[in-house]
């Protein structure tokens, strides 16, 4: 047929072929007629309509527009009919424009294009190389939009509508309202737009790319994968088993949240954000910036997050390789670092740390209240502060800046670094720590086989040495103090300006210089032995074996005190008070005694002076 048909009715059983240049415009099909449009040949204004099948092909180079298609209401006949009333096809090289179904099902295949298209209660199947454009979806019923291999391109989906991606079928810009489905299986769906009330979901390989939350949601599970989504206020984002997400930008009250087996990677939460849960697999890196916030997530090998200044994190995972950055201002709390590691340069509060797991504070960053445990490590860097860490078993503590009331169990340990700084520590049974040249520990307490040991030029101060434990090495400088109480051993120790040092009723000290005006104390009942006192003082009510005093140095043994074996020389002073006993003192050039007690077996040699000879027994002056 060629030429112009105005007001068509195409009756049952007729059939109409529009080829070539032909023209129809008012055409009404509505008890089971036939139309073809190819060819060069063009419909308008095509009505379509009725109880029984009518069906209308666009072929190539067939044009149709403001086609009109209704079925039935209720959806009886189409369920007799096999699922549609009528055929509205649009095949390879056809297009139709402006085309609105009621109730019924529009196909179109390989190579046909349709735009304008209107689904109420009713269907569309796009097929491979397919194109539609500019659809609305509304209330469908029985009915989808099945993007079946083909392009859905800018389709607007209302309340109760649904469009449907899979075979490899491609939607670009959709438009999800209120009550509206984008569903994506194994196919794409790219630059979604998700109102509120609206829902996409990715599943069996199903993707999603570039697609904004505004108040909608978005769920990808079962291989389903969702890549480049912007969540804003509102909008929520869940990763359920099996599904990943990668490269999410989540904005101001905008939230994912992501299943233990859900895989996550490259987001950036910002201020407001919020990220729940999954797993950061390798080469994924998660950025919370100001305001944003990320929980229950996993790192795992390979993978990385950064929480950025203002922003915050909480029971967060750090596996084998897996590496937490902490900026400043920048709060991360009850996380475990198990392997993996930690460079905290913000706050970081509740941790556990173990299996070779690394929390390293950078200057200006702030651990409290850790848990090392297991070869687990905390590094102090200079400028960086820990509070109230416990160092448990094969759990070790590297500081290099400041460590306050600290905890060191059995088998725990610390290293006290040049310019590191430990205060209030208590070393408990059978744990340790270390100060090197440089390094300083103040106010420590040791108890029962804790041992503190501190290099020749380390610095300690306020240390108390319980029952068992031991000190070893350091120098006590002014304002500081050792005590070695009952049980408590210190060695090694430099008492300098003034340093203090006591060692109580059954403390023991040994090897211990005493100079520049520092002073020891020794009650009764305790012991220091093998010491030197170097211009400064030792008071002694207990026991002193084997000490040198020299250089205007005083060793003042007092009542109830007992000296043993002394030597005094350049103008050294061993001062016995009444009740004190001195025995087997040697006093050399310039040594002198003061004896109001007890002195025996006393050597004076040449220069030597002892002035008071009234008490002394079994003496010799060799001149």
Do not use: C, P
């Amino acid at each position: 047929m060629g030429g112009t048909g105005i007001s068509v009715t195409v009756d049952s059983g007729a059939t109409i072929g529009a080829v070539q240049s032909a023209t129809l415009t008012s055409v009404t099909m509505t008890a089971g007629g036939s139309l073809e449009v190819s060819n060069g040949a063009s419909a308008t204004d095509v009505t379509i309509s009725g109880d029984v099948e009518n069906t209308l092909v666009v072929g190539s180079n067939g044009y149709v527009s403001g086609v009109n298609v209704s079925g039935a209401v209720d959806n009886s006949a189409q369920g007799s009919a096999g699922g549609e009333v009528h055929d509205v096809i649009i095949n390879s090289g056809g297009v139709a424009d402006d085309v609105t179904v009621y109730h019924d099902h529009l196909v179109i295949n390989g190579g046909g294009l349709a735009s304008g298209v209107t689904l109420n209660d009713a269907g569309i199947t796009v097929q491979s190389n397919g194109v539609v454009s500019a659809m609305t979806v509304n209330a469908q019923g029985i009915y989808a939009a099945y993007i079946n291999g083909g392009v859905s391109y800018d389709a607007i989906v209302n309340n109760d509508g649904a469009i449907v991606e899979y075979d490899n079928g491609s939607a670009y810009n959709n438009t999800v309202n209120t009550g509206g489905e984008d569903i994506v299986l194994n196919g794409l769906s790219e630059a979604a737009t998700i109102s509120s009330g609206g829902i996409q979901a990715a599943e069996t390989k199903g993707v999603t790319s570039g697609t904004i939350l505004n108040g909608g949601k978005l769920e990808a599970s079962e291989g389903g994968i969702a890549s480049g989504t912007t969540v804003n206020a509102g909008g929520l984002e869940v990763v359920g088993a099996g599904g990943t997400a990668i490269n999410q930008t989540v904005n101001s009250q905008g939230t994912v949240v992501v299943d233990t087996s859900g895989t996550i990677g490259g987001q950036t939460i910002l201020s407001g954000g919020s990220l729940s849960g999954g797993t950061i697999s390798a080469g994924a890196t998660v950025s919370v910036l100001s305001g944003g916030y990320e929980s229950g997530v996993t790192i795992a090998s390979g993978g990385s997050a950064d929480i950025q200044s203002g922003g915050s994190g909480s029971n967060i995972l750090i596996e084998r390789s897996g590496v937490e950055n902490v900026a400043q201002g920048g709060v991360v709390s009850n996380f475990t670092i198990d392997t993996g590691r930690q460079n905290n340069a913000g706050s970081a509060v509740s941790g556990l740390i173990e299996n070779l797991g690394e929390e390293r504070v950078q200057s200006g960053g702030y651990d409290a209240d850790m848990t090392v445990t297991g070869h687990g490590h905390e590094v102090v860097s200079a400028g960086g502060t820990a509070v109230n860490t416990v160092f448990n078993d094969t759990g070790f503590g590297f500081i290099a800046g400041t460590l306050d009331d600290a905890t060191v169990n059995s088998g725990g340990w610390i290293n006290v670094s040049s310019g590191g700084l430990t205060s209030h520590t208590t070393i408990n049974g059978s744990g340790s720590e270390y100060v090197n040249a440089g390094g300083s520990a103040v106010d420590q307490t040791v108890n029962a086989h804790g041992t503190l040991t501190i290099a020749s030029a380390g610095i300690i101060g306020g240390t108390t040495v319980l029952s068992g434990g031991s000190l070893s090495g350091g120098v006590l400088s002014s304002g500081a103090k050792v005590s070695a109480l009952s049980g408590g051993y210190e060695s090694g120790v430099t008492i300098t300006a003034g340093g203090y040092s006591e060692v109580d009723s059954q403390g023991t000290a040994t090897n211990i210089s005493i100079v520049d005006n520092g002073i020891q104390t020794v009650a009764s009942g305790g012991l220091v032995s093998g010491f030197e006192i170097n211009h400064a003082r030792q008071y002694d009510w207990g026991s002193a074996v084997s000490g040198t005093i020299s250089n205007l140095a005083e060793e003042r043994v007092m009542s109830g005190g007992q000296d043993s074996d002394m030597i005094v020389t350049s103008h050294g002073h061993e001062v016995v008070s009444a009740g004190g006993i001195a025995s087997h003192t040697t006093y050399n050039a310039n040594g002198f005694g003061y004896i109001s007690g007890s002195a025996v077996s006393a050597v004076v040699n040449s220069g030597g002076i002892d002035a008071d000879f009234s008490h002394l027994r079994q003496f010799r002056v060799i001149l």
